[in-house]
């Protein structure tokens, strides 16, 4: 995917790497992006690491915005100390999604 505006300094940015995505982000939304890098990275993780953070959850936004004809089979599994943010990502990912693109399931379910 090529993307290209006048109006935000972008031009002939490839979309192809999740590095390109989070430079476009850097670039496009520098505050944003550096508050949600914050969000995600642990007291002890260099700001590289946070940028590595930031591009898996990206690429977690972007696998559920597949048609039925997933090139991939994998299921993401979020966890951690309590107090987080995970719950507060996946509401926010069900906000974008809408509610009737998204499930849940107990743990007990999975086998």
Same mark, same amino acid.
């Given at each position: 995917?090529?993307? +290209? +505006? /006048? +109006?935000?300094?972008?031009?002939?940015?490839?979309?192809?790497?999740?590095? $390109?995505?989070?430079?476009? !982000?850097? /670039?496009?939304?520098?505050?944003?992006?550096?508050? !949600?890098?914050?969000? %995600?990275?642990?007291?002890? $993780?260099?700001?590289?690491?946070?940028?590595?953070?930031?591009?898996?959850?990206? /690429? %977690?936004?972007?696998?559920?915005?597949?048609?039925? $004809?997933? &090139? !991939? #089979?994998?299921?993401?599994?979020?966890?951690?100390?309590?107090?987080?943010?995970?719950?507060? !990502?996946?509401?926010?990912?069900?906000?974008?999604?809408?509610?009737? #693109?998204?499930?849940?399931?107990? &743990?007990?379910?999975?086998?």
């Amino acid at each position: 995917m090529m993307m +290209s +505006s /006048q +109006s935000n300094n972008v031009s002939n940015v490839s979309l192809n790497r999740i590095e $390109d995505v989070v430079a476009m !982000f850097k /670039q496009l939304a520098p505050k944003t992006y550096d508050a !949600f890098r914050d969000w %995600v990275k642990a007291a002890e $993780d260099s700001d590289e690491v946070g940028d590595l953070k930031v591009g898996l959850l990206l /690429q %977690v936004v972007g696998y559920t915005l597949y048609s039925r $004809d997933y &090139p !991939f #089979h994998k299921i993401v599994l979020i966890y951690g100390e309590g107090a987080g943010g995970k719950t507060t !990502f996946l509401y926010y990912l069900a906000s974008v999604l809408g509610e009737n #693109h998204v499930t849940t399931v107990e &743990p007990g379910w999975l086998g």
